[in-house]
């Protein structure tokens, strides 16, 4: 392919449509995937809903309002064709719309977000600088261990590591959580 031929309208008419096509089939899958997790996933949404203690007609009747009665590939338009107009649902733990709860957590995660990228890229430019120019020497080792460290610790226990130095012995910073509750 010359270069010519990349800048022609109809080259990039015609990636563009072959992009656009990747994208689509790529959400479909993930959209059939995420379907068919919710409904391998052990916890019965219907029980979920009413609560251990419903009897079996109200548990009849949210059953039917599911259209958990219906075939899966029926239950997969409805779902389809719900996301499709913007409505999420309800989530089966807080019985809220999750959209309502996406919109509650979305401050919080992008203050994360944030802060994640200005901590590394605060310290990961650096560092790589450091090591980059002392390149076999004992910087480097150690900018490369730490690095490694890093990447192979589980997340979680970074947190609670974290929270127990800086919060407990140090009380540097506040507790868990975004909103002090005291």
Same mark, same amino acid.
């Given at each position: 392919?010359?270069?010519?031929?990349?800048?022609?309208?109809?080259?990039?008419?015609?990636?563009?449509?072959?992009?656009?096509?990747?994208?689509?089939?790529?959400?479909?899958?993930?959209?059939? %995937?995420?379907?068919i997790?919710?409904?391998?996933?052990? =916890?019965?949404?219907?029980?979920?809903?009413?609560?251990?203690?419903?009897?079996?007609?109200?548990?009849?009747?949210?059953?039917?309002?599911?259209?958990?009665?219906?075939?899966?590939?029926?239950?997969?338009? =409805?779902?389809? $064709?719900?996301?499709?107009?913007g409505? %999420?649902? $309800?989530?089966?733990?807080?019985?809220?719309?999750?959209?309502?709860?996406?919109?509650?957590?979305?401050?919080?995660?992008?203050?994360?977000?944030?802060?994640? =990228?200005?901590?590394?890229?605060?310290?990961?430019?650096?560092?790589?600088?450091?090591?980059?120019a002392?390149?076999?020497k004992?910087?480097?080792?150690?900018?490369?261990? =730490?690095?490694?460290?890093?990447y192979?610790?589980?997340?979680?226990?970074?947190?609670?590591?974290?929270? %127990?130095?800086?919060?407990?012995?140090? $009380?540097w910073?506040?507790?868990?959580?975004?909103?002090?509750?005291?």
């Amino acid at each position: 392919m010359k270069v010519s031929d990349w800048f022609a309208p109809h080259g990039v008419a015609r990636r563009l449509s072959k992009r656009l096509l990747q994208v689509a089939v790529t959400l479909l899958g993930l959209l059939i %995937l995420t379907f068919i997790i919710g409904r391998v996933m052990p =916890i019965d949404p219907v029980l979920a809903i009413v609560g251990q203690d419903a009897d079996q007609s109200t548990y009849q009747q949210v059953y039917l309002q599911l259209g958990l009665d219906k075939p899966l590939w029926t239950q997969f338009f =409805i779902y389809f $064709n719900s996301l499709i107009h913007g409505d %999420l649902g $309800n989530a089966l733990l807080t019985g809220r719309p999750v959209v309502d709860d996406i919109i509650r957590v979305f401050p919080a995660t992008i203050e994360l977000a944030t802060m994640a =990228i200005l901590v590394g890229a605060g310290l990961g430019i650096p560092l790589g600088v450091m090591a980059a120019a002392r390149r076999g020497k004992f910087a480097d080792y150690v900018v490369r261990f =730490i690095s490694l460290a890093g990447y192979s610790t589980p997340i979680f226990w970074v947190g609670m590591m974290g929270l %127990l130095v800086f919060y407990a012995w140090l $009380n540097w910073v506040g507790g868990a959580g975004r909103v002090d509750m005291a």
